[in-house]
């Protein structure tokens, strides 16, 4: 179909979409106004029943806890779908970046950027962790918590390039994390069965309200998923670097056939 | 104004709906998803918010006090980082539609249609 034909049944269904949508928003009640119950019932009950603070993770990590695994699935498949989409021509050429890798970046990046990325490696990790580690108290955990843990390792590529990140997280190391992180959480949940208790179910104490150690196995189920989405965007990380490099490599490869 | 974010959420929606589809880039038309994606988050917290409740974060804050709705808010925080790495594996994809086609307009890869 011709991209003006395109637009024309786009424009008839949006008119119909426009229709259909504003006759639900009728029946929405008005901004600001939320009308309950599960939320207020979830603010009443989860910091009893559950001894956390943050009641967005009591909901993630427990109430809903069994939906949160099938997202983090879609989040273990997506990464290894990148993976197997990136790592299928690998055969084709030489993998390991040319030596001069270095080199090239340091020329292409000035020793500003790469003071001030190894400046702020330390403290992003640190807090990444903070972030993971304080999900039943405050708001953050392991989604949030992982994505900034990975953000310190891409500081990393950016204050010292790809084979120092290559030497500081091994790629079979960021495959690890990230299936031992998808896996925790899955154990965690069939801790409760092999308790004799419902799957996910509580099983450790509770704690008293408001400390590090207290929620149950909510700040391990946060933990596991950090890791896993630290790993996840760390391996997604360096397929596409690699990539680049492939491509780079490709293209040198090319040019010296061009020349000869 | 009330209903000012459902506006946006449906804003967003078909403004990203129209650009994939008349998309002439792969990596742009992942980028329009990404836009089409946002407007679940912003129609999702908007029906969670209460005007002038506190966050359901209860830290030094008595239980009973009026907060937004956390179902809501944990739905999001999840999608935001599952969609980062869907967004990752389509983009995968758009690369390896250069590599076998040489090409990244959706209109050009013609040995993909039947």
């Known amino acids: 179909m011709s991209v003006p034909a395109r637009r024309l049944v786009f424009l008839v269904a949006a008119a119909g979409f426009a229709a259909l949508f504003l006759w639900g928003l009728a029946g929405l009640p008005s901004f600001g106004n939320y ?47 990148v993976a197997a989409l990136l790592r299928t021509e690998r055969a084709e050429i030489d993998v390991e970046p040319p030596e001069d890798e270095r080199a090239i970046r340091r020329a292409e990046t000035s020793d500003a950027v790469r003071a001030f990325c190894f400046a702020l490696i330390a403290p992003t990790i640190v807090l990444g962790w903070d972030i993971v580690a304080h999900g039943h108290l405050t708001p953050g955990g392991g989604f949030q918590g992982g994505a900034i843990l990975a953000s310190g390792l891409v500081l990393i590529y950016l204050a010292g390039g790809y084979k120092t990140l290559r030497a500081v997280s091994p790629e079979e190391g960021a495959d690890v994390a990230e299936a031992i992180g998808a896996g925790g959480f899955v154990v965690i949940g069939l801790a409760g069965l092999i308790a004799g208790a419902a799957f996910l179910q509580d099983i450790i104490p509770l704690g008293p309200v408001g400390l590090l150690y207290s929620a149950g196995t909510i700040p391990l189920i946060n933990l596991s998923v950090g890791i896993e989405v630290a790993g996840g965007f760390l391996v997604i990380l360096s397929e596409f670097l690699r990539q680049a490099l492939q491509v780079r490599a490709q293209a040198d490869a090319r040019k010296d056939q061009e020349q000869a | 104004m009330s209903f000012f974010p459902y ?74 980082v599952v969609e980062a790495t869907v967004t990752a594996l389509l983009l995968a994809l758009a690369v390896q539609a250069q590599k076998r086609f040489g090409t990244l307009d959706p209109e050009q890869l013609r040995s993909m249609q039947g």
């Open chain 2, 7 to 80: 506006i946006i959420a449906a804003w967003l929606f078909v403004v990203g709906l129209y650009g994939i589809i008349t998309s002439r880039n792969l990596i742009h038309l992942v980028i329009c998803l990404s836009v089409v994606q946002s407007s679940t988050y912003v129609l999702l917290l908007a029906v969670g918010y209460r005007a002038g409740a506190v966050p359901p974060v209860f830290v030094n804050i008595p239980l009973g006090t009026p907060a937004v709705d956390p179902v809501v808010q944990a739905l999001t925080l999840t999608d935001v």
């Open chain 1, 35 to 81: 009308q309950g119950p599960y939320g207020d019932i979830l603010n009443r009950v989860a910091v009893p029943q559950r001894h956390v603070t943050d009641v967005v993770a009591a909901v993630n990590f427990d109430y809903r806890g069994v939906d949160t695994i099938g997202e983090e699935f879609i989040l273990f498949v997506s990464v290894a779908g």
